[in-house]
Antibody, heavy 120, light 107 residues
Framework: QVQLQESGPGLVKPSETLSLTCAVSGGSISTNNWWSWVRQPPGKGLEWIGEIYHSGSTNYSPSLKSRVTILVDKSKNQFSLKLSSVTAADTAVYYC?????????????WGQGTLVTVSS | DIQMTQSPSSLSASVGDRVTITCQASQDINNYLNWYQQKPGRAPKLLIYDASNLETGVPSRFSGSGSGTDFTFTISSLQPEDIATYYCQQYDNLPYTFGQGTKLEIK
């Protein structure tokens, strides 16, 4: 059973960079899957941020592309999210999730989520 | 981006009721639509993929239909444990986009 676990600071100052890691257990990150980040502002809906394949190929949401970097570390079986120049609007629960390499594309495994608050 | 519009935004129903949620895409997405259930404080859970395929282990009272731009999610007989927010999500085009959610409550 694949498990995903997010980790990182729960509080980030405005204009700084948000950094989160998603550790994958119960399976290798080097399988035919894409590894995604999805966020959810408090009381609001879900927003897809981007995804990475173990080769390092990435896809990003155009609305966040200029500020987002997703990296993979196969040696640690984990992937990470960096979001620069954060503002209060980036306050959200951040989830990591797995999506298959081939269609149908759905998010079948999710982390529990981690709340990141942007505040001085 | 493809916009996904769900209705209603909230819904109150009684145990045993048949519940229907609709999701409309801003353009044709074939049947590339998934439905998720999210309970408070929990991650979303996949229920239906490709508009009408039930994920393994999901109770058969959940179903989905539709193609193109108009989709429907149905709970045939509402159970107390179905209280949650439900989201549709398209994967026809990047970026993947979700509906705004439908919050389901017990009457």
């Amino acid at each position: 059973q694949v498990q995903l676990q997010e980790s990182g600071p729960g509080l980030v100052k405005p204009s700084e960079t948000l950094s989160l890691t998603c550790a994958v257990s119960g399976g290798s990150i080097s399988t035919n899957n894409w590894w995604s980040w999805v966020r959810q502002p408090p009381g609001k809906g879900l927003e897809w941020i981007g995804e990475i394949y173990h080769s390092g190929s990435t896809n990003y949401s155009p609305s966040l592309k200029s500020r987002v970097t997703i990296l993979v570390d196969k040696s640690k079986n984990q992937f990470s999210l960096k979001l620069s120049s954060v503002t209060a609007a980036d306050t959200a629960v951040y989830y990591c999730a797995r999506k298959g390499y081939y269609a149908p594309y759905y998010f079948d495994y999710w982390g529990q989520g981690t709340l990141v608050t942007v505040s001085s | 981006d493809i916009q996904m519009t769900q209705s209603p935004s909230s819904l109150s129903a009684s145990v045993g009721d048949r519940v229907t949620i609709t999701c409309q895409a801003s353009q044709d997405i074939n049947n590339y639509l998934n439905w998720y259930q999210q309970k408070p404080g929990r991650a979303p859970k996949l229920l239906i993929y490709d508009a009408s395929n039930l994920e393994t282990g999901v109770p058969s009272r959940f179903s989905g239909s539709g193609s193109g731009t108009d989709f429907t999610f149905t709970i045939s007989s509402l159970q107390p444990e179905d209280i949650a927010t439900y989201y549709c999500q398209q994967y026809d085009n990047l970026p993947y986009t979700f509906g705004q959610g439908t919050k389901l409550e017990i009457k």
